[in-house]
């Protein structure tokens, strides 16, 4: 993943909330929406603290450097963090994405309910394979990588979901940079920000989270024994 | 995720290896594959550096740490170096996983290589909507999750994909729990850690992992303004 550059203060209209805090958010914005799925209006600190298992003078902390909302005796107000929370990490900005490689997991992601929950709007598929030229995944059907570059000329696009084959990850990166794709999600398992210095990359590397886990099942085993 | 627990020396067979190496040891084993893939037997600290974009010194900090393999002049082995982290990170244990929700995600990874690659054995595919028991994928055709118990009674299973909606993430950990069922790889978005103190849990919110691209690219277009 690309390092979150930091607060720039000079910059009036730059995020002044630390990198560490930022990492932390989603974490919160997934819990806020679950109080609100709940009905909850406010919230404590250190009702919210036993929630996510951290200390509440944490939650005091993060939450505080944007703005303090936290009333003494009242706490937090739950929707007006979460818009808040939104508002900072760009959830509901209107990013349009499109999924390159329509394989198996490519397919499921197009089907996942996370796009529409993070307010990203899927535009278009893509696939190299004949066979899934044309077929369609719920509202869309799938293009051919041959129209990449004339789609990308007409329909503005901030995120490119990769999840085409190892072997082809550079070049269609290569390809979604120099038609200024800005942000590309890598599920390739090839590393990409080194190549494509200018992009956004952030990666999710299932084979190495498969790997701690078996560490940890490794050494968790040891002390058994 | 679990974090993984400090080395203690006194335990003749514990991993003597730092969690931050061990967190850095999946990205050495990817790029090593690839060397063994390209047929290369020996790399040097510099090379290394140079193709992961890291420091050699840090390459050479890293890979010291477990039995300093490197020669002057003559660089790592690189098939002895795979064998040496893969043993450390437990791949080839043989560790035999059953995936829990077979909607698109789940039989996405069940038909991902990454299983076979890292040594996991995947033999048994659950879940709880009887118009999907009984459907095969690849050899394994899917049971109902009434028989999660006895099968887990007569076959040993290491780790649980855990790939269920939301609102079943909580009451199906636990039922892997008592089951005796030690790792539990996570994609529902829920956190399970404080639930399980006892499992070995590794989680991966792609939902997090998304807001964090859109985050990077609002920091972005904010430079560009």
Redesign the interface.
Known sequence: ??Q??NARPT?P???EVSPAV??R???Y??YLRELIRQGRSRISSGELSEM??VTASQIRQDLNCFGGFGQQGYGYNVNFLYAKISE????G?G?AAIVVGI???G???V??P??E??G?DVVGLFDSDPAKVGAAIGELSVRDMKDLESFLGQTRV??AVLTVPKDAADAVADRLAAAGV??I?NFT?C?L??RLPDT?I?S????????????????????E?
């Open positions: 993943m690309k979150i550059k910059h209209e730059k995020s930022v990492n958010l989603p974490r914005f997934r996510m298992n900072i990490l760009g959830v900005e990013y394989g198996n997991l397919s499921a992601l089907r996942n996370m796009f929950n993070r990203v901030d995120i800005p942000g999600w398992g590393e920000d080194h956004v952030e999710v590397h299932l084979g190495d989270s498969l790997m701690r886990l078996c560490f940890g099942l490794r050494e968790s085993g040891k002390e024994t």
